[in-house]
């Protein structure tokens, strides 16, 4: 049974940080490109960092040059280093596959951000 479980959300001011964790299961994990998503209230899910099964990284242009993804196969784990927060991104963090696959969404971590 695979299962995608994301955690490390939470509450931080403008321009603080966080680093969300997803752990992978039921997969050979070290196979497959990783993307973190998020959805901000009334929007839609959008893709903002995904990472190849080699390492290669890739970001929409909100989160370049501020977040940071990156994976440890042997823990099947992807991360998220989100640092100088804006308010604009609070949402919901997903992590799922690239390209995302609609069985595996789970329920996400809440990243909320005060101005």
């Known amino acids: 049974q695979v299962r995608l479980v994301e955690s490390g959300g939470g509450l931080v001011q403008t321009g603080g940080s966080l680093r969300l964790s997803c752990a992978a299961s039921?997969?050979?994990?070290?196979?497959?490109?990783m993307g973190w998503y998020r959805q901000a209230p009334g929007k839609q899910r959008e893709l903002i960092a995904r990472i190849s099964w080699d390492g290669r990284t890739d970001y929409a242009d909100s989160a370049k040059g501020r977040f940071t993804i990156s994976r440890d196969n042997a823990k099947s784990t992807v991360f998220l280093q989100m640092n100088s927060l804006k308010p604009e991104d609070t949402a919901v963090y997903y992590c799922?596959?690239?390209?995302?696959?609609?069985?595996?969404w789970g329920q996400g971590t809440q990243v909320t951000v005060s101005s």
């Open positions: 799922n596959f690239i390209p995302f696959d609609t069985n595996y």
């Open positions: 039921g997969i050979t994990f070290r196979f497959y490109a």
